[in-house]
């Protein structure tokens, strides 16, 4: 088994725009609206699909907001006018683009700038702020797991691993997230011998048993809302002296994994403490610069209020959150009305 070190930009198809597409602009002008919020994004095709879903827009242009898709391949100057860009392409070129753009623009809101957007594609670094944030109060604590990068040689992962005290079970990840299936591959591994069936860049993190159910914490500005997932099942000791190799694990975080329904034992079910929560988004907005994001939290079991930060993804997956349509649609006419404020008090 090997894992896939190089970090290649996700490749993106060129979206048509239909003539629908191309006069949305225009054609809105008819809807009676005393002001438009016009959204311009690049998205991928499969992106587009799972955000930009019917009921979406239906509600989002019953609030004057339209959707307009931005050709990758025209000079973002020519296109629009827009009031704020949304986008989720990782490429070089492209975040060097909107980068300009958005220095020459300031009047555009660009979700999120690229900038930004670095420190959540790389797994070391994302979690750095949840570090050093040292989160602790009355409603609990948050941490990050005890975690190990690997950056060359897998024969040395062994000993590296010892060096480090890491204790066994690890779950593996890609180092680099780059839009791709593969930079979210999941390994978990049971013993020493097979780590060195890794291949480098990559991260090791202990694992800690939560319960088989991990909080997904969706954040629009803010806006928080959190749903249960199932996740990895809990390993006990016997299992560990039992079972031996690296095992790879499915995408945990899809909406068929949704555990909101489920019939979990109280202590695993009940959700992070709201004000904690908060307070953590707070931080994170303002240290990372993001507004659109979610973070995965687990809680320790046995351990009510005991946390820990697994990942952070910028722009997820907004079709699996329940109310997803409303919740970005008030976010982007807040957006819209404070750019609006602003204007005035010039």
């Known amino acids: 088994m090997r894992?896939?070190?190089?970090?290649?930009?996700?490749?993106y198809e060129e979206e048509r725009e239909s003539g629908e597409e191309m006069n949305s602009v225009s054609n809105s002008i008819n809807l009676g609206f005393s002001q438009q919020v016009v959204v311009g994004y690049a998205l991928t095709t499969k992106k587009k699909q799972s955000f930009l879903q019917p009921k979406f827009e239906l509600i989002a242009r019953d609030?004057?907001?339209?959707?307009?898709?931005?050709?990758?391949?025209?000079?973002?100057?020519?296109?629009?006018?827009?009031?704020?860009?949304?986008?989720k392409l990782l490429s070089n070129e492209w975040s060097q683009l909107l980068e300009d753009y958005r220095l020459k623009h300031p009047d555009v809101m660009v979700l999120d700038p690229?900038?930004?957007?670095?420190?959540?594609?790389?797994?070391?670094?994302?979690?750095?702020?949840?570090?050093?944030?040292?989160?602790?109060d009355s409603y609990g604590r948050v941490c990050v797991p005890k975690q190990l990068v690997i950056e060359k040689?897998?024969?040395?992962?062994?000993?590296?691993?010892?060096?480090?005290?890491?204790?066994?079970?690890?779950?593996?990840?890609?180092?680099?997230?780059?839009?791709?299936?593969?930079?979210?591959?999941?390994?978990?591994?049971?013993?020493?011998?097979?780590?060195?069936?890794?291949?480098p860049p990559l991260i090791l993190q202990e694992f800690v048993n939560h319960g088989g159910v991990m909080f997904?914490?969706?954040?629009?500005?803010?806006?928080?809302?959190?749903?249960?997932?199932f996740s990895l099942p809990d390993v006990c000791k016997r299992e560990l002296s039992k079972y031996a190799g690296v095992f790879q694990f499915p995408r945990v975080?899809?909406?068929?994994?949704?555990?909101?329904?489920?019939?979990?034992?109280?202590?695993?079910?009940?959700?992070?403490?709201?004000?904690?929560?908060?307070?953590?988004?707070?931080?994170?907005?303002?240290?990372?610069?993001?507004?659109?994001?979610?973070?995965?939290?687990?809680?320790?079991?046995g351990k009510r209020d005991l946390f820990y930060v697994i990942d952070i993804n910028y722009f997820p997956g907004y079709g699996k959150m329940p109310g997803y349509?409303?919740?970005?649609?008030?976010?982007?006419?807040?957006?819209?009305?404070?750019?609006?404020?602003?204007?005035l008090e010039l």
């Open 3 to 11: 894992l896939d070190g190089e970090i290649k930009e996700f490749e």
């Open 63 to 87: 609030k004057g907001i339209i959707f307009v898709p931005i050709d990758q391949h025209r000079p973002l100057a020519e296109q629009g006018p827009f009031d704020i860009v949304l986008h």
């Open 114 to 136: 690229p900038y930004a957007i670095q420190c959540v594609r790389n797994r070391q670094s994302m979690l750095e702020d949840v570090a050093a944030l040292g989160l602790a």
């Open 153 to 199: 040689d897998p024969t040395l992962i062994p000993a590296e691993v010892a060096k480090a005290g890491l204790k066994l079970p690890l779950v593996s990840k890609p180092l680099f997230v780059d839009g791709s299936a593969k930079s979210h591959e999941l390994f978990l591994a049971y013993d020493n011998v097979s780590l060195s069936n890794l291949e």
């Open 216 to 229: 997904k914490v969706y954040v629009v500005g803010n806006a928080i809302k959190v749903v249960r997932r």
């Open 253 to 301: 975080s899809c909406a068929a994994a949704s555990a909101d329904e489920a019939d979990l034992e109280p202590g695993i079910a009940e959700l992070p403490p709201r004000p904690m929560l908060e307070r953590l988004v707070g931080e994170l907005r303002r240290r990372m610069g993001l507004q659109l994001f979610n973070i995965d939290i687990i809680r320790e079991h």
């Open 325 to 343: 349509e409303h919740i970005f649609t008030d976010f982007l006419v807040g957006l819209a009305d404070s750019k609006n404020q602003k204007q």
